[in-house]
């Protein structure tokens, strides 16, 4: 059974960072793509940034470009989210998500973690 479990995630005054962890199981890590999305009150959920499989190539949502960070560890089979220079507008429940096949980059069809409230105060 795949898992996703996000950690991480709190209360940071605007400009401070946080680092997001996602930790999967139940399957060979290094051969699916994983990805951060996140939903802001009141909004739908949006895509953040995507690390492909064996991580050979990153891609960002223009409105975190240049500060936030996607990485993964094969060994621990954990993705994170390195997030500074945080903003309000960054506030949101994020969540960590993997295509249910391998090779691939969509999440049209995806494993979804249960999410982790970020909260950036002004």
């Known amino acids: 059974q795949v898992q996703l479990v996000e950690s991480g995630g709190g209360l940071v005054q605007a400009g401070g960072s946080l680092r997001l962890s996602c930790a999967a199981s139940g399957r060979t890590f290094s051969n699916y793509a994983m990805g951060w999305f996140r939903q802001p009150p009141g909004k739908e959920r949006e895509f953040v940034a995507t690390?492909?499989?064996?991580?050979?190539?990153?891609f960002y949502a223009d409105s975190v470009k240049g500060r936030f960070t996607i990485s993964g560890d094969n060994a621990k089979r954990t993705v994170y989210l390195q997030m500074n220079s945080l903003k309000p507008e960054d506030t949101a429940v994020y969540y960590c998500?993997?295509?249910?096949?391998?090779?691939?980059?969509?999440?049209?069809?995806?494993?979804w973690g249960q999410g982790t409230q970020v909260t950036v105060s002004s």
């Open positions: 998500a993997s295509p249910r096949a391998p090779f691939r980059s969509s999440y049209e069809s995806a494993y």
């Open positions: 690390i492909s499989w064996g991580g050979g190539g990153t």
